[in-house]
């Protein structure tokens, strides 16, 4: 079974600092990563998405995520905090078996609420 | 293109009473799913329609809760009789589903808060 932990359910930042959120995940065939961010009063929404090729993976908002095998993780990060950033961010790994070809269910973390200090 | 849109938005209910919740994917998705995140836990899966067919209704977690996606269209989820454990946020996702493409993206509604009093 697939499982998301997300280190830190709250972390706070000041304005134009580095965001930095934290997701190791275990999975025992090679995982699809995703992180989604909500913003008050909206639906989730992809940030960004690993799926094969290039580790590093660039997303809307300036985000990005490394996917590290060796360690597990797909942090995410981004390099200057902005107020629009508070939100709260979920890392979710993707179950793709051969039996269910198609069903993309996720699996997610706990979420983590970002706070940005002005 | 309109997203999921999700009814209602928020539902206060006693226990033992009755809610069906909806969800409206975004037109000419064939993938819809729904999850539900208690208070403070993770999002966790309830089950997946392709079309009008239930692909996966692993995640259900007792025969109270029945899905329906009529015509392939829209899906409700009915909750009947709830209890205090049944509270949380009701999301609903959906895909295209291109042949082929197994990771398509998933565009989330902003969930049904549903309290059980």
């Known amino acids: 079974a697939q499982s998301v932990t997300q280190l830190g359910s709250h972390v706070s930042v000041s304005e134009g600092a580095l965001v930095l959120l934290r997701c190791n995940y275990s999975s025992s065939v090679p995982p699809y990563l995703f992180w989604y961010v909500q913003y008050p009063n909206q639906g989730l929404q992809l940030l960004l998405k690993y799926t094969t090729g290039a580790t590093l993976v660039k997303g809307i908002n300036g985000f990005e995520a490394e996917f590290k095998k060796s360690e597990t993780s797909f942090h995410l990060t981004k390099p200057s905090a902005h107020m629009s950033d508070a939100a709260e961010y979920f890392c979710a790994v993707s179950d793709v078996e051969g039996s269910n070809f198609g069903n993309e269910k996720l699996t997610f973390g706990t979420g983590t609420r970002l706070t940005i200090i002005p | 293109e309109a997203g999921v849109t999700q009814f209602p938005s928020h539902s206060v209910i006693e226990k033992g009473q009755t809610v069906t919740l909806r969800c409206d994917p975004i037109s000419g998705h064939d993938n819809l799913y729904w999850y539900r995140r208690v208070m403070g836990k993770e999002i966790k899966f309830l089950l997946h329609?392709?079309?009008?067919?239930?692909?996966?209704e692993s995640g259900m977690p007792n025969n109270r809760f029945l899905a329906e996606r009529t015509g392939g269209t829209y899906s409700t989820l009915k909750v009947q009789p709830a209890e205090l454990e049944d509270s949380g946020v009701y999301f609903c996702?959906?895909?295209?589903?291109?042949?082929?493409?197994?990771?398509?993206?998933?565009?989330f509604g902003p969930g049904t808060r549903l309290t059980v009093l």
């Open positions: 996702a959906s895909s295209r589903g291109l042949a082929g493409d197994i990771f398509d993206t998933q565009y």
């Open positions: 329609f392709v079309k009008e067919s239930k692909q996966d």
